[in-house]
């Protein structure tokens, strides 16, 4: 099995939208060149001022690449920058060098918080980002198993609920890229692996780039087909793995094998997320 | 029950009239404290005559026009500065002026600079109503929620959906207060620039009174023009504020 050690792979630096703070390709359609493709994704430096004013440095050179079809699983524990790089590649922070690029296409996003509209109803906040098609909503509803809550408002909802609409808005309008911040947070273990079933078939039925950020392994393990290992302060990509088709087919054995090597190089993965921080 | 809380406001009324009533009989000189019966005669005549109805009619025109320029520029500027630091900083000394400039001196000047016409009179209560406005749809501005904007960039709603969804909800309940407050100020004010430069409306009628010592007159006025306001108040104002605010509950 490929294990290579450094985070970086292979990319070509193809003619495209070279950012240095403002930082970020432009999000609005169109402005991706169109040869792009994939994502790509080079952060050479994300610090923070804190509260005396000097910078902090949370993020180290980071660079990775993935392309439709994969589901990328960024896993750190917590308080390590994965919610820092998702927002990097949303375009919501651009005050970071680097350079990031989308692929074409529809973005589907779930926050770690559930961020529905309380003053619309269930369908109107899907509707908001179903553009003029509307049609998905009561299947996708289904397929989460909340149909006919269509006309209630956020609030009638508990927190799970609520979480599996904003799932369905970020699946609505069939994205190219799906980014998900914590989507297993607090979740059993049988709804995890039945959204990193969902997430799964979202991208190698429909073509789909999957980014998720997890501390949790397991459901990780379910649905990546990369890992990617965030480590030390500043955070660095310590290992950019492979899970893949090779680890499903092989069965239990080779899983929990994998699994071993994986904890025995990066023991905080097993660890729960007791400790706020950086190990 | 509606009746306890009705009964007792209609309580507390009654009380009112029945102490004006009195303290008219014991003062005994209707020229100074009429009795509300030649208080409501009055009204009738005024009525009667076209006089009052005219006059109400032509100040609520002004109320309005200076209530809808007043919420207009005043949300505007608000919400700018409750968006972005720099504009705030631009704008706070302006509104520290006009906040503290008498209501009188912007009256007299605006009549004195722009003429004696109604422009002048509507920019006067405008000029006095917008900094109130703007306060109080800056702090709405300031509350919004970044995590609301930032669901607008990732699904990249366009501006008219982002307006209409997620930010004037947001500032609705602000908007709503704004609103209310300002039509109480508003037509107050109305009636001083009125009574200052105005061949008519409730506060020129009120000036005329007032050189006749008709004190039966500007009771019947007074009392005619609250009415409609609270009317104006709690049918218009009260219900859609409500409405505003429906889904925090």
């Known amino acids: 099995m490929p294990m290579p050690g450094g985070g970086s792979i292979g990319q070509s630096r193809a003619a495209g939208h070279a950012a240095r703070r403002p ?18 994704v080079h952060i050479q430096a994300k610090s923070y001022a804190d509260a005396g004013g000097r910078r902090r440095e949370v993020l180290g050179e980071t660079r990775f690449a993935g392309t439709g079809g994969e589901v990328l699983a ?10 820092t790089i998702l927002r990097i590649v949303l375009g919501l922070d651009r005050d ?35 553009g003029t098609d509307a049609r998905e909503i009561p299947l996708l509803l289904a397929e989460v198993g909340l149909a006919g809550i269509e006309t209630l408002h956020p609030k009638a909802l508990s927190l799970g609920m609520a979480r599996r609409v904003a799932l369905v808005r970020a699946l609505l309008g069939r994205p190219a890229m799906l980014v998900l911040d914590e989507p297993f947070a607090s979740l059993d273990p049988k709804s995890a692996s039945e959204l990193a079933a969902l997430l799964a078939r979202a991208a190698h039925q429909q073509g789909a780039l999957v980014l998720l950020s997890t501390h949790d392994l397991d459901p ?30 092989a069965g239990a054995g080779a899983g929990r094998l994998f699994k071993q090597r994986l904890l025995s190089r990066f023991p905080f993965l097993g660890a729960e997320p007791a400790t706020d921080g950086a190990p | ?47 009667l005559s076209g006089a009052m109805p005219r006059n109400i009619a032509i100040t609520s025109l002004r109320v309005a026009a200076a209530f809808v320029v007043s919420m207009l520029v005043g949300s505007a500027v608000g919400y700018l500065a409750g968006r972005s630091r720099r504009a705030d900083t631009l704008i706070d000394p302006w509104l520290v002026i006009l906040l503290n400039l008498p209501v009188l001196v912007v009256v007299v000047l605006c009549y004195i600079w722009v003429g004696l016409n109604d422009v002048a009179a509507v920019l006067a209560v405008a000029l006095v109503k917008v900094p109130t406005v703007m306060v109080t749809v800056r702090e709405g501005a300031r509350a919004l929620d970044p995590g609301f904007d930032e669901l607008a960039i990732v699904y990249r709603l366009p501006w008219r959906q982002r307006a209409r969804r997620i930010v004037i909800p947001q500032l609705a309940p602000y908007l709503a207060a704004a609103g209310r407050s300002g039509l109480s100020i508003t037509w107050k004010i109305v009636l001083i620039v009125e009574l200052l430069g105005r061949p008519n409306g409730v506060g020129f009628a009120l000036d005329e009174l007032f050189q006749t010592f008709d004190v039966a007159g500007i009771l019947a006025y007074g009392f005619a023009f609250a009415a409609l306001m609270l009317l104006v108040e709690g049918l218009l104002l009260r219900p859609w504020e409500n409405h505003a605010n429906a889904w925090r509950r």
């Open chain 1, 220 to 249: 990780a393990l379910g649905c990546a087909d990369r890992l990617l290992v965030l480590a030390g302060t500043p955070a660095l990509l310590a290992a950019d793995w492979p899970t893949g088709a090779a680890l499903r087919c």
């Open chain 1, 96 to 130: 970071f060098e680097g350079e990031i690029r989308l692929p074409q296409g529809r973005l589907g996003v779930m926050f770690q918080e559930p961020r529905l509209l309380p003053w619309l109803t269930v369908e109107a906040n899907l509707r908001l980002v179903a």
């Open chain 2, 1 to 47: 029950m509606i009746g306890s809380a009705a009964r007792l406001r209609a309580l507390s009324l009654a009380a009112f009239l029945g102490l004006w009533w009195g303290a008219a009989l014991i003062a005994a000189k209707p020229a100074l404290l009429p009795p509300p019966p030649a208080v409501l005669g009055f009204a009738w005549q005024a009525v």
């Open chain 1, 74 to 83: 960024l896993l750190a524990p917590s308080g390590t920058g994965k919610t």
């Open chain 1, 23 to 40: 930082g970020h390709a432009d999000p609005l359609p169109g402005a991706h060149p169109p040869a792009a493709g994939g994502l790509h």
